[in-house]
């Protein structure tokens, strides 16, 4: 067991390494592969997994091995692909880009499974969080993985489905709590100040891509969440 204090007036931490390495591999291998949907039930059981510090931190592990794998998959395309600028990507490439959300590479966390635990937790801690891990990486992460999914919907002739809706709902959430438990957050990146322009209103599918069940405007939801 080790104790680490992350700077001044932030508590110490209680964490221990290798329960962390324990927890990121039993995430993967509980929650792993490519069964279908619905997906609700097993998110909430992998968010339930990753509870205390420990949880905490490897939340932030998730969220960092997510960002990257996403990257990963869109650059092994071969098309040029901005990593802080996905909507130029989406603009760019459009239905060329195959979704990383569509199509999970072998082996990665699932978006809708251990992605949205991961965001899930790294929210609804947000205020302890901010206090046994640097927030400015994690907040990165997660609008980059915004910033992916709505430009993909925008651009890239990807599906708004229920799914997706909910991890984006999701992201905007967390991103706003960690900007509001951080003493001095960053300015917003340029993608997602733009998109918070927008007032478009999308239909949201069934996983199955027969109907319509809702509708989600990212601009609106956007504005209120992260201006507030």
Partial sequence: MRWFRFGAGKRQAETDPGRQQ?????????????????????????????DGDDGLIVAAMVLRESADTAFAALAAQGLPVERRDYRWTWQSAGTRLRSPLTAVPA???HPYVQTIAAVTVAGEQAQQLVR???PKPVLTH???????????????????????ATLAARLIATARDIRAAMPDPPPLPSPIREQMRRNNTVDVWDPSGRRVVGGFNPGKEMREALLA
């Fill in 107 to 109: 082996g990665a966390f």
């Fill in 142 to 164: 997660v609008l980059e993985l915004l910033d992916l999914v709505t430009a993909g919907w925008e651009y890239g002739g990807v599906v708004p489905d229920a799914d997706s």
């Fill in 132 to 134: 046994i891990v640097d």
């Fill in 22 to 50: 324990e927890l990121f591999r039993e995430l993967r291998a509980r929650f792993g592969g490519q069964a279908p949907g619905p997906f609700a039930g097993r998110a909430a059981e992998a968010a339930a997994l990753l």
